[in-house]
Nanobody, 119 residues
Framework: QVQLVESGGGLVQAGGSLRLSCAAS????????MGWYRQAPGTQRELVAS???????NYADSVKGRFTISRDNAKNTVYLQMNSLKPEDTAVYYC?????????????WGQGTQVTVSS
C-alpha cells in the first residue's frame, strides 16, 4: 500500500517562509511526476508546482519567483520551499505523485497540510 505523508505546514506572518515535505512510502517501483496542489475554502484545487523525475519544473503564475519545488529521488520525497508568503497563499496544500506500484502508473494523494498566512 502506498502512502504520501506531508509535513511542514503551519501559521506564518506575511513575508515569511515555510518548507513543505512529502514522502512517498510503500511498494513503489518508480515515480514519474510529483506535485503540490492547494485548495482554499470555497475554491477548486489548483496546481502550485510540479517536477518530473528528471528535474523539469512547472509553476503556477501566482507563485513564480517565490516558491521552489525540488525532489530527492532516492528518498521518494518532494519539497516545496515557500518564500515571501502572502495571505492569499492560505490553503490546504496537497502533494501528489504519479507512481508505479503494481502493473501501472496511478496518481496518489497525500492527506493535506494546512498553511495559514496572517497579514
Amino acid at each position: 500500500q502506498v502512502q504520501l505523508v506531508e509535513s511542514g505546514g503551519g501559521l506564518v506572518q506575511a513575508g515569511g517562509s515555510l518548507r513543505l515535505s512529502c514522502a512517498a512510502s510503500g511498494s513503489i517501483f518508480s515515480i514519474n511526476v510529483m506535485g503540490w496542489y492547494r485548495q482554499a475554502p470555497g475554491t477548486q484545487r489548483e496546481l502550485v508546482a510540479s517536477i518530473t523525475s528528471g528535474g523539469s519544473t512547472n509553476y503556477a503564475d501566482s507563485v513564480k519567483g517565490r516558491f521552489t519545488i525540488s525532489r530527492d529521488n532516492a528518498k521518494n520525497t518532494v519539497y516545496l520551499q515557500m518564500n515571501s508568503l502572502k495571505p492569499e497563499d492560505t490553503a490546504v496544500y496537497y502533494c501528489n505523485a504519479d507512481l508505479l506500484s503494481g502493473l501501472r502508473f496511478r496518481v496518489h494523494w497525500g492527506q493535506g497540510t494546512q498553511v495559514t498566512v496572517s497579514s
